[in-house]
Nanobody, 128 residues
Framework: QVQLVESGGGSVQAGGSLRLSCAAS????????MGWFRQAPGKEREGVAA????????YYADSVKGRFTISQDNAKNTVYLIMDSLKSEDTAMYYC?????????????????????WGQGTQVTVSS
């Protein structure tokens, strides 16, 4: 089992920045990818970004490329999502996730296709 705890959400004006953190514990050597997903009211959960825990290769949804950065501190078993130039459409509940996907880009689009561990979520609200 892997436990994930997010922090860092909040309210910000459009154009502002936020940093989300996700601390992992438990059997953390099993997932080889960590990621961030988000879900806005009335919408499906959307993959935002993923990072390989070994090597650090990153993947992003087109909607956040150039604005969001995913990074990790392996010594702390922590993954970060730095969100810049926030827009009102970024408003959502953000979830940290961990999995061992064969195809990480497919995982971002279809997280239910792999066994995925989820955090409890942290709310991000961007006001225009």
């Amino acid at each position: 089992q892997v436990q994930l705890v997010e922090s860092g959400g909040g309210s910000v004006q459009a154009g502002g920045s936020l940093r989300l953190s996700c601390a992992a514990s438990g059997n953390t050597d099993r997932p080889n990818y960590m990621g961030w997903f988000r879900q806005a009211p009335g919408k499906e959960r959307e993959g935002v970004a993923a990072i390989a825990t070994g090597g650090g290769r990153t993947y992003y949804a087109d909607s956040v490329k150039g604005r969001f950065t995913i990074s990790q501190d392996n010594a702390k078993n922590t993954v970060y999502l730095i969100m810049d130039s926030l827009k009102s459409e970024d408003t959502a509940m953000y979830y940290c996730a961990a999995a061992r996907p064969a195809v990480p880009t497919f995982w971002l689009r279809n997280p239910s296709s792999y066994r995925t561990y989820w955090g409890q979520g942290t709310q991000v609200t961007v006001s225009s």
